[in-house]
């Protein structure tokens, strides 16, 4: 089975702009992202919209595509970038541009849920720690998933999910384990075709999920567990929390 690796990155954010481009430890966020899947996929590509960024991407010698300006989403960025790079791929994983310390044992994780023939979608979920507090479980930026016993999703919510109506808050994570929804995304080609024509659905709407409308029309979603933990940067704070990290982990560039 073929993987194919997509990285959408947009110029424009209104907490960020050109976040991709932002330098951190000596290179820019997107070749951070860039380096970190590169090799564990069998080939990946940034999709932009934007010709610096494409530039840039050209200029650490990665692979880069052009895309539209109308995209509403990462997951529509990816499905027009697999159109045009082709190949014989038989899944697409799309990885946020913004993530730049994703590990490779996590794309590992999400490419084990294809062993399943099943498998339509596939992300990651990362528990809670007893100690988090509850404060942690309830942020509602940190989404919660509800799995069955195949692993598959039953819901994503911004809300804290399951309640315990006989519990004390304090103790809700004591007596359950909660799962944070990692927004690392896999889908099978004939999938992301399908799902990249659906309107937006009540419950996306909602809760400002993309997720939920995959699980409103029916599709299933299969989550692999992983224990590692992600930065993302949505933020110039976030940026610099990010270099705090890196400097601690000795992983700046030379």
């Not at 960020?16 to 997107?30: D, E, Q, R, Y």
């Not at 697999?82 to 038989?90: D, P, S, V």
């Not at 992301?192 to 009540?202: A, F, G, M, N, V």
Request: some cysteine; charged content about 25%; hydrophobic content about 40%.
């Amino acid at each position: 089975m073929k993987f194919l690796g997509i990285i959408p990155a947009r110029y424009a954010s209104t907490r960020f702009p050109a976040k991709p481009l932002a330098m951190l430890g000596g290179k820019t966020v997107i070749q951070r992202v860039y380096e970190q899947v590169a090799g564990v996929l069998d080939d990946a590509y940034v999709a932009t919209d934007d010709e610096r960024i494409e530039a840039a991407v050209k200029a650490f010698g990665g692979k880069v595509v052009m895309t539209s300006v109308n995209h509403k989403s990462g997951t529509d960025r990816c499905y027009e970038a697999y159109t045009k790079i082709g190949g014989a791929f038989e899944v697409v994983v799309n990885i946020q541009g913004d993530e730049p310390f994703i590990q490779p044992s996590q794309l590992q994780a999400i490419k084990a849920c294809f062993d399943d023939s099943t498998t339509q979608i596939a992300t990651l979920v990362k528990p809670f720690a007893a100690d988090n507090g509850f404060e942690v479980l309830e942020n509602a930026n940190s989404p919660k998933v509800v799995l069955n016993r195949n692993m598959n999703a039953l819901y994503f919510s911004r809300s804290v999910i399951p309640y315990q109506r006989n519990a004390e808050k304090k103790d809700w994570l004591k007596n359950h384990t909660y799962y944070k929804h990692i927004g690392l995304y896999a889908y099978r080609v004939e999938v992301l075709k399908e799902i990249t024509s659906l309107p937006q659905s009540p419950l996306e709407l909602a809760e400002s999920l993309e997720q939920l409308r995959w699980l409103e029309n029916g599709y299933t979603i299969k989550a692999g567990i992983t224990e590692g933990e992600t930065i993302g940067i949505d933020t110039p704070q976030d940026l610099e929390r990010a270099e705090m990290f890196l400097k601690e982990s000795g992983r700046a560039a030379k």
